[in-house]
C-alpha cells in the first residue's frame, strides 16, 4: 500500500530543516574558517582548517570537498589551493544572486571563526600525469579547480597553458597570483567585456587533436563555454577531453509543475513541486538517498527509474543512460508520474 503525501511548499521547507540530514555520515570533519577574503567582485575564497591547526585528508589538483552550507544546503566546492598543502582547504565561492541561496548563505552568513561540516575530498575531475602537456581552459569561477592544477603542473615540471575568460578584471578572481612569475609565462587571460563579438577564438588552440600531440584537454566554466569547448574539440579522442561542471542552472522555471513520485522499495509516494527537488521532499518523509553535490554535477544520487518521463538537468547522465536513470537532486518529470527504485 502506498502512503499519499500531499503538503504545502512551507510545510515541506519545515520539515527539510526539522530532519537530520542523511548524508552527514560522510560530513565527518567540523572545521573552522580560518580566513575569508574578497578575491574579485561577489567572489570570495574560505581557507578550511582544522581547530587545532593538525593535517587534512591529501587531495590532487581537481578535487572538491563537499560543505553543508549555514542555510543548511549541501554544496560541492573545487579545491584552489596547492594540493601539497597538508593544513589547509581552500574554496572560492561565488555570489549567486539567483541561485537556491547556498552561496548567498556562504558569503553572508560564514565568517572567519565559524565552524563548517565538511567531508572528504573527492575527484571526479583528476589531472592524467602521463600526458605529454596540457590545455587548461576556464571561464569565470570555473577557474577554481584548474588554479590546483596549474600548481601541480608546475611542481611536475609539465608544460600547460591555461586561457582564463572572464567578462571584466573586476570579476577575475586570482588574477595577481595566476600573473606571479610562476605562471605568467603560461596564462593567456582574456576579458570580453560582456559583448560575444569580443570573445577569445579558441579555435586555433582546439583545432589540432590531442591525438597528435599527446595533449589533455581540462574545461570548467559556464554552460555556454562548455559547450562552445566541447562541439570545438569533437574531433578528440573522448579520453583526452575532461570537462568539469561547477554548478546546474536549475532553479524554479516558469514552465516548472507539480509531479507525483513513487518510491517502490519504501512504497511511498509524494507530490514535488516547484522550487523542490525529489531529493529534498524525499528527505522530508524519511527516504534517504545518497548525494553529495546536490547540484547534478557529482553523480551520488544516480537513481534507478522505473516508470515515466524524466526532465533531465543533470551534467552526468549519457544519452544512452536517460531512458533508465534520474538524478533527482536537479533533475524533475516530463509525465505526471515517476516511479524510482528508491
Not at 31 to 39: E, I
Not at 63 to 89: F, K, W
Not at 191 to 202: R, S, V
Not at 220 to 231: E, F, H, I, R
Amino acid at each position: 500500500m502506498s502512503i499519499r503525501f500531499t503538503s504545502t511548499l512551507s510545510h515541506v521547507r519545515r520539515a527539510l530543516f526539522q530532519l537530520h540530514h542523511p548524508d552527514h555520515a560522510h560530513m565527518n570533519m567540523t572545521l573552522k574558517v580560518a580566513s575569508k577574503a574578497a578575491v574579485a567582485k561577489d567572489i570570495y575564497r574560505f581557507e578550511f582548517q582544522h581547530m587545532d591547526g593538525g593535517p587534512l585528508p591529501a587531495f590532487t589538483a581537481g578535487a572538491h570537498i563537499p560543505v553543508q552550507t549555514p542555510n543548511g544546503s549541501m554544496r560541492a566546492y573545487s579545491l584552489c589551493n596547492d594540493p601539497e598543502e597538508t593544513h589547509r582547504y581552500q574554496i572560492a565561492v561565488k555570489r549567486e544572486a539567483g541561485g537556491r541561496g547556498g552561496s548567498i548563505s556562504m558569503i553572508d552568513a560564514l565568517q572567519p571563526g565559524d565552524t563548517v561540516a565538511v567531508g572528504q575530498p573527492l575527484n571526479h575531475f583528476p589531472l592524467d600525469p602521463q600526458a605529454q602537456k596540457y590545455v587548461l581552459i576556464a571561464g569565470g569561477i570555473g577557474i577554481t579547480p584548474l588554479l590546483a592544477m596549474a600548481k601541480t603542473l608546475t611542481h611536475w615540471g609539465k608544460p600547460f597553458k591555461l586561457y582564463y575568460l572572464t567578462r571584466d578584471s573586476e570579476s577575475t578572481a586570482f588574477l595577481g597570483e595566476l600573473r606571479d612569475e610562476a605562471f605568467s609565462q603560461n596564462l593567456v587571460c582574456h576579458h570580453d567585456g560582456g559583448l560575444p563579438d569580443h570573445g577569445f577564438d579558441l579555435w586555433p588552440v582546439l583545432e589540432k587533436s590531442g591525438s597528435l600531440t599527446g595533449l589533455q584537454l581540462y574545461c570548467c566554466g559556464p554552460a555556454g563555454l562548455m559547450s562552445a569547448v566541447k562541439d570545438m574539440s569533437g574531433h578528440w579522442p573522448s579520453n583526452a577531453v575532461h570537462f568539469e561542471f561547477f554548478g546546474v542552472q536549475q532553479s524554479a522555471q516558469v514552465n516548472d509543475t507539480p509531479f507525483t513520485v513513487n518510491f517502490s522499495q519504501s512504497a511511498q509516494q509524494v507530490t514535488v513541486p516547484p522550487g523542490l527537488s525529489i531529493l529534498q521532499v524525499a528527505r522530508s518523509v524519511g527516504i534517504a538517498m545518497p548525494a553529495s553535490c546536490e547540484s547534478g554535477t557529482c553523480g551520488s544520487c544516480k537513481t534507478l527509474l522505473l516508470e515515466g518521463t524524466a526532465d533531465h538537468r543533470d551534467h552526468v547522465l549519457l544519452p544512452e543512460e536517460r531512458a533508465q536513470w534520474i538524478m533527482p537532486c536537479v533533475s524533475r518529470a516530463l509525465s505526471d508520474h515517476l516511479k524510482l527504485d528508491a
